[in-house]
């Protein structure tokens, strides 16, 4: 059973960089064909994608977030993380590591999700 | 690439069955057999519950089912369950590279 969990700050002051590591276990984050993701949620909104990485480190940012936003991976240590600069109020979400299977096109398995809000 | 299109709200009594549409474009819902549904409780990380349009993954009741017409995904949940209210979102394959887009979710209740 593949589980993912996210670490990192809690509170991020405006201005500043986000910064998130997910922690892969039960399975090897070099093997099949996976892209390790990263998606946020808003409080009280909806999902939006932030991009993902395949383990030999070809990535997709959206690009609404993709002049700000850095994904990358460590296969020794079975991580991938999440930089996302210039942080504003708006940027406050849960933020969710995942597994997404490239050709079916679905996340099969989610971190739990961790709260950063942006705030002085 | 705009979010896919979903109600805010649909409800129904325990034992009914309630349907939530997700509507794209030919880009996406209508250009591809990809859309899946997730689904969500509070303060919880989504669960899928189909992909490929109508596929189940192991362990989701049949209680849920998928279907697509055109440019418009649809979710139908049969024998509501106080255990399926919750948040429903879609997702559509669009193209270029895996990038796939969400819809923006319908919060199901059961009365």
């Known amino acids: 059973q593949v589980q993912l969990q996210e670490s990192g700050p809690g509170l991020v002051k405006p201005s500043q960089t986000l910064s998130l590591t997910c922690t892969v276990s039960g399975g090897s984050i070099s093997s099949g064909d996976y892209y390790w993701s990263w998606i946020r949620q808003p409080p009280g909104k909806g999902l939006e994608w932030i991009g993902y990485?395949?383990?030999?480190?070809?990535?997709y940012y959206n690009p609404s977030l993709k002049s700000r936003v850095t994904i990358s991976v460590d296969p020794s240590e079975n991580q991938f993380s999440l930089k996302l600069s210039s942080v504003t109020a708006a940027d406050t979400a849960v933020y969710f590591c995942a597994r997404y299977v490239g050709p079916l096109v679905i996340i099969d398995y989610w971190g739990q999700g961790t709260l950063v809000t942006v705030s002085s | 690439q705009s979010a896919l299109t979903q109600p805010p709200s649909a409800s129904g009594s325990p034992g009914q069955s309630v349907t939530i549409s997700c509507t794209g474009t030919?880009?996406?819902?209508?250009?591809?057999?990809?859309v899946s549904w997730y689904q969500q409780h509070p303060g919880k990380a989504p669960k899928l519950m189909i992909y490929e349009v109508s596929k189940r993954p192991s362990g989701v009741p049949d209680r849920f089912s998928g279907s697509q017409s055109g440019n418009t995904a649809s979710l139908t949940v049969s024998g509501l369950q106080a255990e399926d209210e919750a948040d429903y979102y879609c997702s559509s394959y669009a193209g270029n590279n895996y990038f796939s887009v969400f819809g923006t979710g319908t919060k199901v209740t059961v009365l």
């Open positions: 030919s880009s996406d819902v209508g250009g591809y057999n990809y």
């Open positions: 990485i395949s383990y030999r480190g070809s990535t």
